[in-house]
């Protein structure tokens, strides 16, 4: 089976999107966009609900015709195919299994709907893949819900597509379950080396899993790259918020040295890479992730050329692995600082005046133009 | 005796005798009002029926119980064109029915944006605020021989070809097994409509997408999607509209000729003319009997247990 769905991979191709856009009456869902998906990979669309991801997903599925742009599929245009035509298939939310049908029946639907021969013989080897084997002569309300998003795989990946995508499969799971499928998809995707575009707006699903993400923000895709190029070089505050979590700082251009920019935040002089800036402007929001910063008594030294910034902490929480504070600077700013629990006891009590300090090259400078707050959930839009 | 750490076992707490009997009679408090109804209006008034049907006698003299089981042959032989109207009329009126129908109520689930969807549901519905009668009295003046549809059909020549094959004679519609057949699809249309809308919308439209998704063609995507998942719907809606078209006699009564009677007029007949009480009443359990005999092995075909 696993060398047969390898064959379907290798004779198709990538997935080529060209100024495909979608619009519903007034409202735009999805914006002009160029997209490549190279063959075999694992690709993740990731964006809050809303955004355009599943549009994107059901134009190159054929569910939903584009607006404007072409879909080209191994170098074939099917923009105009039905879905039916299309050499892809579809894991999809909340599975759409056939409830009058048993399991066997359901992953057999496609191989029958195109007369192949031996379809006992897939179906079972296709159940054993996904360890279902005993279940098929079950009916899908039968299962549980991590049963029948296997079928649901099954269903799809016996078709050998040359395309595999997922519509938010796993929303409906609890979170281990998902963590746990999480795996399981990524075990089957590179066991069969079959394209999988995922939509999911779950950001560590999508770094678990996806070679390469795009994060989607109102009918656009914000940036694209694998997992922790995007972690790490976020190029707009929404990346930098939804994709993990982020301290903006906003700061002030004030020089150069060398190859970094000389920053004021309110006062406090720090640095950061020019090549870690994604931007010209003079004013800019400095980012750095919560677990690139050290926290230590006031009193402690701090090694010479660390951006550091004085205050105290506001709030502590323990979570296990680490502790989480919030910490208040001298000018007011907050700041979330993640601190390996390395040590016993080591834990600063609220209220404690502080100084965290942090490398450099760990920071990254976006334009401040942008809303600082994008994709925190929070956001006043 | 030394300190013991145990938890003591969890202490069950018996409910007091009396509320448990309350809450278990509260079942069947609510079902009370049902079960006197069926007693009163259908067990009651079945006994007596049956009794009635093997008795002898007239009407001036007194009718006895006898168990003269002979009345059940006699009536059936006497009536037996009856019967066969009854059924056959029935079930072409409700194949009518299905035909209408389903494509109505497939388009009110899955096609028709909510406003309309109501619009629709009411309309389908509508007929229900005029009584049977008076509606099934219009039709007399629809189908009526100098009226626009019969001539519209004899211009184009149509009567000729439902005269060839018995449905229609002489040129008109009015009195022929046509205008029943007709009254009878009217009138029952509804309750074909409604159950198969129910099974219908609850059909989720991503089964249709996950079908096409799987190379299925929209026909293909019916006949092993939609149409299998809404049978239990089609079963019903037949059950609705065929069970109550092969007792009734005010279609045949109203808009066909003596020659179009079904049994349910023979039982009228009997009973409010012929004062024949035991003959109406054997009529009336053959009739249940003959409709329970097929509502079995059409259910038992259509294996309605095995679907959701």
Known sequence: MTEQLRDAATAGGDVRLTGIGKTYGDFTAVHPLDLTVPQGSFFALLGASGCGKTTTLRMIAGLEEPTTGTVVIGGQDVTVLPPYRRPVNTVFQSYALFPHLDIFENVAFGLRRRGKKDVKKQVEEMLDLVELGPMARRKPHQLSGGQQQRVAVARALINHPQVLLLDEPLGALDLKLRRQMQLELKRIQTEVGITFVHVTHDQEEAMTMADTIAVMNGGRVEQLGAPAELYENPATTFVANFLGQSNLIPAEVTGRSGDDLLLSAAGVRLTVPRSRCATEATRIHLGVRPEKITIAHASATVPEGRNRISGTVADSSFIGVSTQYVVRSESGQEIAVFEQNMERDGRIAPGAPVVLHWNPAHSFGLDASQAIDAGTGEETA | ?308
């Open chain 2, 1 to 308: 005796m030394t300190t013991h750490t145990e938890a003591a076992p969890p202490q069950v707490i018996p409910l007091p005798d009396a509320p448990r009997k309350r809450r278990k009679l509260t079942a069947y408090w609510l079902l009370l009002p049902g079960i006197a109804w069926l007693v009163v209006f259908f067990a009651v008034p079945m006994v007596y029926q049956a009794s009635t049907s093997l008795q002898t006698g007239s009407l001036e003299q007194g009718f006895k119980l006898t168990w003269h089981f002979a009345t059940y042959w006699d009536a059936l032989n006497e009536y037996k064109w009856h019967f066969v109207r009854s059924f056959a009329y029935a079930a072409v009126a409700t194949v009518l029915c299905l035909a209408i129908g389903y494509p109505l109520a497939y388009t009110i689930a899955f096609k028709a944006n909510r406003r309309w969807r109501n619009v629709i549901l009411i309309l389908v519905i509508a007929p229900f605020f005029t009584s049977f009668l008076i509606r099934t009295l219009a039709w007399k003046t629809i189908l009526s021989d100098g009226g626009p549809v019969v001539s519209t059909l004899n211009s184009l020549h149509l009567l000729s070809l439902t005269d060839a094959v018995g449905l229609t004679s002489g040129h008109r519609v009015l009195a022929t097994p046509l205008a029943v057949v007709c009254g009878l699809t009217y009138n029952f249309l509804p309750f074909m409509i409604l159950p198969l809308y129910t099974s219908l919308e609850r059909i989720d439209p991503r089964l249709h997408e996950a079908a096409g998704d799987l190379y299925a063609r929209p026909f293909t995507t019916f006949r092993k999607v939609t149409f299998p998942i809404s049978l239990p719907g089609v079963v019903a809606g037949t059950l609705l509209t065929f069970i109550p078209a092969s007792g009734d006699y005010i279609n045949a009564q109203l808009l066909g000729s003596p020659s179009e009677q079904m049994v349910g007029n023979g039982i009228q007949k009997q009973f409010l003319n012929v004062l024949d009480y035991p003959t109406a009443a054997a009529l009336s359990f053959i009739l249940m009997a003959l409709i329970l005999g097929m509502v079995t092995v059409y259910m038992r075909k259509a294996g309605t247990e095995e679907l959701v």
